[in-house]
């Protein structure tokens, strides 16, 4: 893997960033999985570091260290507490949605804010019927001279409360396609009109916060639109290749935690006067752990490289996605397994990361999404 995609600024990369985490990050994780928090302290920390900004330009603020580098440093992050990595994650997709399709004025109002991780973000597209179904949102913005009034509500909107920036998906012409009239808008937390609450908890992802946004009669001035009236459909279908290369990485990052926590203890638990690493059943199921984690990376690393050689990857995104997920669902069960009846209990991580990685077949699009887009690509 390393010497197919990794070049030396690549391992120089991955030597800080776990330095970084060992310090930082390794020390919290038990206490956010336990307390269901993540100080806000350690996602500042993240953005101070510069890995908020892999995918925005060095006169931003950001990195610029590319697709392949975001992947990386995702990995890392997710092998701690994939948590911590969703909560940045919204921030990743929406300073790569400004860095394309924003003004100079906005990418100097709110870019470099982004990219430092002074200023958080919530990417909000989803409601009560438009998950699957993008392009059937109902939220409105509607023009009244230099504003426009936005109505409606988002659901699963991950960062609801603690995000300072919400782009928010709108129909501004319902007299055409959804897809050429839904625009996205960037709301500050303030901005009166604009309602949050956090009604639920999850299964996974212990300290995320997740909740649902109102919008009634929001004023926003047309500033703060990104791109032309009428793109946002199609800026969102690009922000979503990044988000499943990105959510992808986060699954790639369980899994290996998981496999290697699962070598570690084989080695070292003792059944029959021996460890259960030596029993055949347990070799195949590394072997087999091991295997599907390779393939899993590959397509994910690949589909980076070939976005960055700027090439389209919806097929591809989407193939790295529900292969990912499928292969973290299937590894941290298996982890679960190799522990027996210390994988049930909240002793050991591979719990943690079994119900985290159940998060990744169902948002940012489901399984069964991606094979339909998968196949409407091959079928062409």
Known sequence: MDDIFFSVKHHTLRREIREFLLK?????????????????????KIGEKGFFGPLIPKKYEGSELGLIAHCLITEEI??????????????????????????????????????TGEKLCGIC???????????????????????????????????????????????????????????????????????IENPYGLMGL??????????????????NLIGEEGSG??????????ERITLSSECNGISLAALEDSKRYAKNRIQFNKPISEFQLIKLKIAEMATKLRAARLLTYSAAQLKEMNIDITKEASMAKTFSSRTAVEITSEAVQI??????????????????????????????????????????
């Open 24 to 44: 930082e990050l390794e020390p919290l994780k038990d206490d956010i999985n336990l307390k269901k928090e993540i100080p806000l302290s350690i996602i500042k």
């Open 206 to 223: 212990n300290g995320v916060y997740n909740g649902i946004i109102t919008l009634e009669n929001a004023e926003i001035s047309k500033d």
């Open 125 to 195: 597209v989803t409601e009560e019927e438009a998950g699957s179904n993008v392009a059937g949102i109902k939220t409105v913005a509607q023009k009244k001279g230099n504003i426009y009034l936005l109505n409606g509500s988002k659901k699963f909107i991950t960062n609801a409360g603690i995000a300072d920036y919400y782009f928010i998906w709108c129909i501004t012409n319902k007299n055409v396609n959804p897809r050429n009239g839904t625009s996205v808008f960037l709301v500050e937390k303030d901005t009166p009109g604009l309602t």
């Open 339 to 380: 522990h027996g009846g210390d994988g049930y209990t909240d002793c050991y991580p591979v719990e943690r990361y079994m119900r985290d990685a159940k998060f990744f077949q169902i948002g940012g699009g489901t399984s069964e999404i991606q094979n339909l887009i998968i196949a409407r690509e091959e079928l062409k």
């Open 233 to 242: 459909f199609q800026s969102l279908m690009d922000t979503f290749n990044i």
């Open 78 to 115: 997710s092998k701690i507490n994939v948590a911590v990595s969703v909560t940045r994650t919204p921030c990743i997709l929406n300073g790569y949605l400004l860095n394309k399709y924003g003004s100079e004025q906005q990418k100097g109002l709110f870019l470099k804010k982004i990219a």
